[in-house]
């Protein structure tokens, strides 16, 4: 069992920028990667970034260049740094953690970009 409590969202004007961070607990160690996701009124939820432990971090071509993925392995976190951000970038976000084959998530954290 992992449990992640995300915070840092808020509501942030076109071309500012918001930094995310997700806090992990429970069985760290068997985490095999773990990543961002977004889910924008009216749309399933989506890929944003995901970083898999001993790998390199991938991202959606929709935030390539402006988002950055980040990892503390000594506070048990990621980051989600977002920077020029557009209102096409408004959604819920949700840090997600993999372990084999088992899928856990936060709560999700509001991010609002206005025009």
């Known amino acids: 069992q992992v449990q992640l409590v995300e915070s840092g969202g808020g509501l942030v004007q076109a071309g500012g920028s918001l930094r995310l961070s997700c806090a992990a607990s429970g069985s760290i160690s068997s985490i095999n990667a773990m990543g961002w996701y977004r889910q924008s009124p009216g749309k399933e939820r989506e890929l944003v970034a995901v970083i898999a432990f001993g790998g390199m971090p991938n991202y959606a071509d929709s935030v390539k260049g402006r988002f950055t993925i980040s990892r503390d392995n000594a506070k048990n976190s990621i980051y989600l740094q977002m920077n020029s951000l557009k209102p096409e970038d408004t959604g819920v976000y949700y840090c997600?953690?993999?372990?084999?084959?088992?899928?856990?998530w936060g709560q999700g954290v509001q991010v609002t970009v206005s025009s």
């Open positions: 997600g953690a993999a372990i084999q084959r088992e899928a856990y």
